[in-house]
């Protein structure tokens, strides 16, 4: 009771349900045979993720989870000391005598410290607090490494979440530049490798262990005693329920996953039409991302992923669809064909709807015009239809684990890089992109649902001699080189000569701010950071940077490949890199134009005065261009790789002011109450203080 008055006066709004939450999530896991049911590892991840974000906090987040985990075995050791056994012997419900003869196994090779090793294997953290009270550990024992047990394995759950969420937007915004680009790019074809491989090698293992487990659970399901009585009170829900997952005809098993996955894909598909309409959160990122991704680009990268998005151009698609008619005629499965030619028709139709009805423009930042509108892309949904099909039936035709899996990602992976290139050549928003995966996928499920149901009914033959194995590779060759040669041939539409607006003549600096939330920096989703702390009123961008390089200040390097790996071996030999480069920032959706940084007396990247500047479209009257910029102070590091803001930026805004002053390039200064005080955190989580002040400064004509 004493206990219950002291949570009461702290559960004031729904947060601390969470706490709860994960309490009893991980209680649940840990208990025998409940844990069976209970995702809680997967839980405590998202609440790491969900503490990260400022709905929880981390450290409550942690006692509650490593409360729950220790509560939860000395229940299981309760039930070991009282029962022992008797449930070692015939078993507790799901779990079998063979689980805990695993589990005695596990004991006697690491005695009482099993009770904390064995938190940390799924098939054993419910086993062994058992185990230890069949056996009669001594109390303390058990509790102390129970304790250690449980808090390891809480850090181990819930700060995975919590560091990975935290850094997201740092990772997101952090890649720029070509080489940076390409060498993140390169990594991520690694790690598919590594994973195709393990698949291949181990893939057949994995899935056949998991299906044994599942058919033991099935079996206990269907054996037990309870489970019988129900069926027999419910004879035709059950009746219903088997007829459903019966795998001897297409109308079971086979119809009842189409219809799951085709309705979870179409509340997909609802969701991000209602992110668009209503301008959701993906949408204010939609802006920010197309303008990231512009600095990345380069001649040849360029020219790559034009190669890449040439693959969903209709001609090219045409030729493949026509080659794949012919293929799957010589093979014999022409009953692949309608759905084929349906699917693609379909997507087709529901994609040049979405572009009539949403009408939305394309990104402003496109290397090359398009004539249609944007939402959503119809190079996704036909990459999606086509390629998904092609894998598909490479799949289905072929009896090599080793083909299947490469044929898998290999399908996977060009359905993504013709999306991403969309992105990267600007002429689509990352929702475009999605929706249009979402609408090649409601119809790929379709067309795979009609070919399975006719397949059903007919069994397919293979190549029928050499002759007809020598047409279809010949039919890939022509295809191939058909491709080739179009995209050889491809010029880029040319693109407007300049599609930047005209310059705004203000009377007054102060008047350029349109709405109250432009006058704050933004993070890449759109949520406002921190205010603006100058306006910087001179001739042009040289002698822009000429006055900071007079105040001491120097122009960081753009952020690439050889810089950042500069950048990285500077911070961890705590080396002076005056000019290391910056995270980029947004204001009004556009990344920061210039950044400038000031070493300090320690002379080392982990401490530095640094500056990001955006130029305007505005100048004012009588002369001068408009500058805007933030000032703050990076303190240290934090996690190895990220620097740590100081919260006072007011400091920062000041230590800048007095340099630009010092210099004698300024011919008039001003400062106003521009926002209110506020407080509030950055991109990567720090948090920040200001009394909301901004200058305004005028620099002499040269």
Request: aromatic letters at 16%.
């Amino acid at each position: 009771m004493n206990i219950l008055q002291l949570l009461l006066p702290k559960i004031e709004s729904f947060h601390f349900l969470g706490y709860w939450i994960a309490f009893l999530a991980v209680l649940l896991e840990t208990v025998i045979g409940i844990g069976l049911f209970i995702p809680g590892s997967t839980i405590m991840l998202f609440m790491g993720a969900l503490a990260a974000r400022g709905y929880l906090d981390i450290g409550d987040l942690l006692w509650f989870a490593a409360i729950g985990a220790i509560l939860g075995d000395n229940i299981n050791y309760f039930i070991g000391k009282k029962y022992g056994r008797k449930i070692f012997t015939k078993g507790f419900w799901f779990v079998k005598p063979k689980h805990f003869k695993k589990g005695e196994n596990f004991f006697e090779n690491h005695g009482s410290k099993s009770v904390f090793f064995g938190r940390f294997v799924p098939s054993l953290k419910e086993i062994m607090p058992l185990i230890a009270g069949i056996f009669g550990m001594k109390r303390l024992t058990f509790m102390t490494w129970n304790i250690l047990g449980a808090i390891g394995w809480s850090l181990a759950w819930v700060l995975p979440g919590y560091f990975f969420s935290k850094s997201l937007d740092f990772v997101k915004i952090w890649l720029t530049r070509a080489g940076l680009f390409l060498t993140i790019v390169i990594a991520v074809f690694v790690i598919l490798y590594i994973l195709k491989i393990f698949l291949v090698r181990k893939g057949k293992q994995l899935f056949s262990f998991f299906f044994s487990i599942w058919k033991s659970i099935k079996q206990a399901i269907i054996e037990n005693e309870e489970v019988k009585g129900l069926v027999k009170r419910h004879r035709t829900f059950f009746w219903v329920l088997k007829k459903r997952l019966s795998k001897d005809s297409f109308y079971g098993m086979p119809l009842t996953l189409f219809s799951i996955a085709l309705f979870y894909v179409i509340l997909h598909f609802g969701g991000i039409v209602e992110d668009v309409v209503n301008s959701d959160v993906i949408v204010s990122a939609d802006v920010r991302v197309a303008n990231l991704l512009a600095i990345f680009r380069n001649e040849k990268l360029t020219k790559i992923f034009l190669w890449i998005t040439l693959l969903g151009k209709w001609q090219i698609v045409l030729i493949f669809i026509i080659s794949a008619v012919l293929i799957l005629w010589l093979r014999e499965k022409k009953y692949c064909i309608p759905p084929f030619l349906l699917c693609v028709l379909g997507s087709q139709i529901f994609t040049f709807t979405g572009k009539f009805i949403f009408h939305r423009p394309r990104p402003g930042v496109a290397i090359y015009p398009e004539s249609s509108f944007s939402f959503p892309s119809g190079h996704a949904s036909i990459a999606v239809v086509v390629y998904g099909f092609f894998t598909y039936l490479l799949i289905k035709m072929s009896d090599s684990w080793q083909i299947k899996v490469n044929a898998f990602f290999t399908g996977f992976i060009l359905i993504i890089m013709i999306g991403f290139s969309r992105l990267y050549l600007g002429v689509h928003y990352v929702s475009d992109v999605w929706g249009g995966y979402l609408v090649g996928a409601i119809w790929l499920i379709i067309a795979i649902g009609f070919s399975e149901y006719f397949s059903y009914k007919k069994e397919a033959t293979g190549y029928q001699n050499l002759r007809e194995k020598l047409m279809t590779i010949g039919i890939i060759v022509v295809s191939i080189a058909l491709y080739t040669i179009f995209s050889l041939n491809y010029e880029i539409p040319a693109s407007p000569k300049d599609s930047r607006e005209a310059a705004v003549k203000v009377r007054d600096a102060m008047r350029i701010f349109k709405t109250e939330r432009s006058k704050y920096t933004e993070s890449l989703l759109g949520e406002i950071q921190e205010p603006l702390s100058f306006i910087i009123v001179t001739g042009d961008d040289q002698q822009f940077i000429k006055i900071f390089q007079q105040s001491g200040w120097v122009l960081a390097d753009e952020v690439s490949f050889l810089n950042t790996i500069k950048l990285a071996y500077a911070t961890f030999r705590k080396m002076p890199y005056p000019s290391a480069p910056m995270t980029p920032d947004f204001w009004e959706t556009n990344v920061h134009d210039f950044g400038f940084e000031k070493s300090t007396e320690l002379n080392s990247t982990r401490t530095r005065h640094h500056a990001r500047f955006w130029k305007t479209n505005y100048t004012v009257e009588g002369g001068g261009v408009i500058y805007v910029g933030t000032a703050s102070f990076d303190s240290g590091m934090k996690w190895g790789v990220v620097h740590r803001i100081n919260p006072d930026i007011d400091t920062e805004r000041e230590v800048l002011y007095n340099d630009l002053m010092a210099a004698g390039n300024v011919n008039k200064a001003e400062k106003y109450q521009f926002v209110n005080p506020k407080m509030g955190s950055n991109f990567s989580g720090d948090p920040f203080f200001t009394d909301g002040k901004l200058y305004l400064i005028t620099v002499k004509g040269e």
